[in-house]
């Protein structure tokens, strides 16, 4: 794991997509939404914290899927009053939508600070994380701690959603996955799972994850990919 990092989490995805495969063999495939959603926190949580979870049962896997449920809750029209009139939150005092959204927060605050101290110590004992370096490099205001809260629980969604979009057309538009399969087979062979070394020699997988090879960025000599039309926005 010293390698987890920005732009070096390839290990850490192989390691995770074999535990995944373990898991979804282990049980016939009968969770496999739970599978892909330990994937999800499993993989955002170790690159970010330093904090693996082999099993998506971890009180900080159920800890954080709890506070990001609540928050989509929240930020739906019909949660409160406020969301479509946002003039009454002048009115004082403990009003019960901002009783929730104060609870919500402590509760976030708990969390991340235990995640946050978790990667400091690992740090000290020689695990490189996002946390670690983020924090390291930090304003007495603690934005780069309030980045990484922001990180950690947007990664874990957009993992888990792209994930379980993906299942979703396997399942509407069967008929390129034994065209993807005979890929496969052909360039990796029978006796081990594809690795991040085989992806140049296997333009179908690769125009499947990318759904289109125009939208690439360079950035210190590497590639990231931004799909058509997405709206960046600048943290510094």
Partial sequence: MSVVRAGRTEPLQELEAVLNVQHLLDDGGKNWL??????????????????????????????ISAIL???????????????????LDL?????????????????????????????????????????ATFVGEDK????????????????IETTTTTLETFVLACISYPEWIS?????????????????FKDRPFLPYIEAIVRATDEDMIEYNGREYFIPKGSIIFAVT
């Avoid at 499993?42 to 800890?63: D, I, M, R, W």
């Avoid at 065209?179 to 690795?195: F, H, M, T």
């Fill in 179 to 195: 065209i993807a399969q005979k890929e496969i087979d052909n360039v990796v062979g029978l006796d081990r799972l594809p690795s």
């Fill in 69 to 87: 449920a609540e928050l989509v809750h929240l930020a739906a029209p019909t949660a409160s009053i406020t969301n479509f009139l946002p003039f």
């Fill in 34 to 63: 739970h599978h892909i959603e330990r994937v999800g926190s499993s993989t955002t949580l170790t690159a970010a914290f330093g904090l693996n979870c082999p099993t998506g049962y971890e009180p900080e896997v159920q800890e």
């Fill in 140 to 155: 007495p205001e603690g934005d780069q701690r309030r980045l990484m809260r922001q990180f950690a629980g947007a990664a």
């Fill in 91 to 131: 009115i004082p005092g403990p009003m019960p939508w901002r009783i929730r959204a104060q609870a919500l927060r402590k509760r976030d605050d708990a969390i991340y600070k235990k995640l946050i101290d978790h990667a400091m110590r690992r740090n000290k004992s020689g695990m490189d994380t996002w946390a």
